[in-house]
């Protein structure tokens, strides 16, 4: 039986507590804009290291991913990369499908995060 994907929804609640912690949006949008620019780069490094058969730094790349996800709520897209990051790691079996997995949710990611950065906009403020 094959796990259920997990979603691609953004958590909101991460980027709340980022707001408070920040007092107020700018953070916030720091983040957000930080995330849109890195995480496609992160993900085709990955998808190269793992079609090179270099788990380091497939590794290297999942965590990466797994961190700059964490931090927006993407926490389907932060499982996911965990396991990718675990699997590199030990060396053993190629995180192909995983990767296909993160390739499917980052659209969905990405659409999100750039409806809630305008949510931040000045103008909505």
Not at 60 to 81: C, E, N, R, Y
Not at 85 to 97: D, F, K, N, R
């Amino acid at each position: 039986m094959t796990p259920p994907v997990p979603s691609g929804r953004i958590d909101p609640e991460y980027l709340q507590q980022l707001a408070e912690v920040g007092e107020g949006s700018d953070l916030v949008t720091f983040v957000i804009d930080t995330y849109l620019e890195r995480a496609p780069r992160l993900l085709a490094g990955l998808q190269q290291a793992v079609s090179a058969g270099d788990h380091t730094r497939a590794a290297g790349f999942a965590h990466d991913l797994a961190s700059t996800s964490g931090q927006v709520g993407a926490l389907g897209m932060t499982a996911i990369a965990r396991d990718v990051e675990q699997l590199a790691a030990a060396g053993g079996a190629s995180p192909t499908e995983q990767c296909h997995c993160l390739t499917r949710l980052l659209p969905d990611v990405l659409a999100q995060l750039q409806d809630i950065r305008r949510s931040y906009a000045p103008s909505n403020r």
